[in-house]
């Protein structure tokens, strides 16, 4: 089965750019989606597929893919955006779904 | 709007079943696949199973198969997993979410607020 291996944890100054990334064999084959988490909260779905971005997700959140590693880039960081960002793509066979670990955002 | 209402969960032993249930409403519930996804305390998320839209379509991980089944009720508008021989490290909150496609894909656009399953003697 494959893996997907995100950094434990990022930090980003207010307002400043901030780039989450993703890595893993299985994501030359398949798109990357991101899930922000809040705590007590269930996941929100930000970005996924080449392209998209899910009605109500801010503009500032944008995702791209190369190679083996997917990216998810917030720009105009806000407080707000605080939160463990989790990245889901599927296995080698396309049947099964797999999630990194997280990527804890603190806010500076 | 699209809802998703979990239930189901609780405390139970070591090698014992339990059986959930995820409402949908707001949306067309029988052309969208459905997953199960659960998080241990304190940990990241797993996902657990899926379901097409037609329910001819099923997948587990590998640290639920042969004790977890997945099924719906399309007439009901009702995700179930029922789990048998639980475990200890089972234990999490499970979460169901709608994917965005009627097949299955890595984006699961709407999610439920959660059941907790504690597994402890």
């Known amino acids: 089965s494959s893996e997907l291996t995100q950094d434990p944890a990022v930090s980003v100054a207010l307002g400043q750019t901030v780039r989450i990334t993703c890595q893993g064999d299985?994501?030359?084959?398949?798109?990357a989606s991101w899930y922000q988490q809040k705590p007590g909260q269930a996941p929100v779905l930000v970005f996924f597929g080449r392209d998209n971005r899910p009605s109500g997700i801010p503009e500032r959140f944008s995702g791209s893919k190369s190679e083996n590693i997917a990216s998810l880039t917030i720009t105009r960081t806000q407080a707000e955006d605080e939160a463990d960002y989790f990245c889901a793509s599927r296995d080698s066979s396309g049947f099964q779904l797999l999630f990194g670990g997280g990527t804890k955002l603190t806010v500076l | 709007q699209v809802q998703l209402v979990e239930s189901g969960g609780g405390v139970v032993q070591p090698g014992t079943s339990l059986r959930l249930s995820c409402a949908g409403s707001g949306f067309t519930f029988d052309s969208y696949g459905m997953h199960w996804v659960r998080q241990a305390p304190g940990k990241g998320l797993e996902w657990v199973a899926l379901i097409w839209y037609d329910g001819s379509n099923i997948h587990y991980a590998d640290s639920v198969k042969g004790r977890f089944t997945i099924s719906r009720d399309n007439s009901k508008k009702t995700l179930y997993l029922q789990m048998n021989s639980l475990r200890v490290e089972d234990t999490a909150v499970y979460y169901c979410?709608?994917?965005?496609?009627?097949?299955?894909?890595?984006?699961?656009?709407?999610w439920g607020q959660g059941t907790m399953v504690t597994v402890s003697s």
């Open positions: 299985s994501l030359r084959s398949y798109y």
């Open positions: 979410a709608k994917d965005h496609y009627g097949t299955h894909s890595e984006a699961f656009d709407f």
